[in-house]
T-cell receptor, first 113, second 113 residues
Framework: QQQVKQSPQSLIVQKGGISIINCAYENTAFDYFPWYQQFPGKGPALLIAIRPDVSEKKEGRFTISFNKSAKQFSLHIMDSQPGDSATYFCAASMDQAGTALIFGKGTTLSVSS | ETGVTQSPTHLIKTRGQQVTLRCSSQSGHNTVSWYQQALGQGPQFIFQYYREEENGRGNFPPRFSGLQFPNYSSELNVNALELDDSALYLC????????????FGPGTRLTVL
């Protein structure tokens, strides 16, 4: 049973556009929601994370929106650049110490110039 | 780049063999988690080590085992390799005192023939 569902599977965005990736979770005990970026041949790199006590968190061009009642959260990448082309994973865990991160299946983003 | 290192980078084994993968955690981190990432999928949690003891385990059989050493480095051992064990094995280090975020190494690509 997949506990974190991620969509879309792939995404193509024009340079300068907004990339939006969505995730939904089932376990209401989750209280930490990070996003990771992974380039080919590399390990995942932490981008930004949110706790359910806030509805939005912004760091540079990256914003997480969180809807606790709907059990959904999303990543918005503003002014998308070709260098943002990578695979993005949402994840969830039951404490910030990340006892076990449950990952979505990933979204492959391609930003065309 | 995180301070997490993994060795070897690539490994080829045959079915039934045993393999040991190694991970050195980022300086100041005392917790190591291991994940398996099949091609095109998100990472799946195998187990976590804290203070040299297993501190949580995912849905993996006992032939997946691990160790953590006093310097917080870690090993993942897999016995009786199966074809489906072919994957990228990732290690992540973290520290509750440093916020608990998990930082991933570059991974070891294991191929089982």
């Amino acid at each position: 049973q997949q506990q974190v569902k991620q969509s879309p599977q792939s995404l193509i965005v024009q340079k300068g556009g907004i990339s939006i990736i969505n995730c939904a979770y089932e376990n209401t005990a989750f209280d930490y929601f990070p996003w990771y970026q992974q380039f080919p041949g590399k390990g995942p790199a932490l981008l930004i994370a949110i706790r359910p006590d806030v509805s939005e968190k912004k760091e540079g061009r990256f914003t997480i929106s969180f809807n606790k009642s709907a059990k959904q959260f999303s990543l918005h990448i503003m002014d998308s650049q070709p260098g943002d082309s990578a695979t993005y994973f949402c994840a969830a865990s039951m404490d910030q110490a990340g006892t076990a991160l449950i990952f979505g299946k990933g979204t492959t983003l391609s930003v065309s110039s | 780049e995180t301070g997490v290192t993994q060795s070897p980078t690539h490994l080829i084994k045959t079915r039934g063999q045993q393999v040991t993968l190694r991970c050195s955690s980022q300086s100041g981190h005392n917790t190591v988690s291991w994940y398996q990432q099949a091609l095109g999928q998100g990472p799946q949690f195998i187990f976590q080590y804290y203070r040299e003891e297993e501190n949580g385990r995912g849905n993996f059989p006992p032939r997946f085992s691990g160790l953590q050493f006093p310097n917080y480095s870690s090993e993942l051992n897999v016995n009786a390799l199966e074809l489906d064990d072919s994957a990228l094995y990732l290690c992540a280090s973290s520290s509750i005192l440093a916020g608990g975020e998990q930082f991933f190494g570059p991974g070891t690509r294991l191929t089982v023939l």
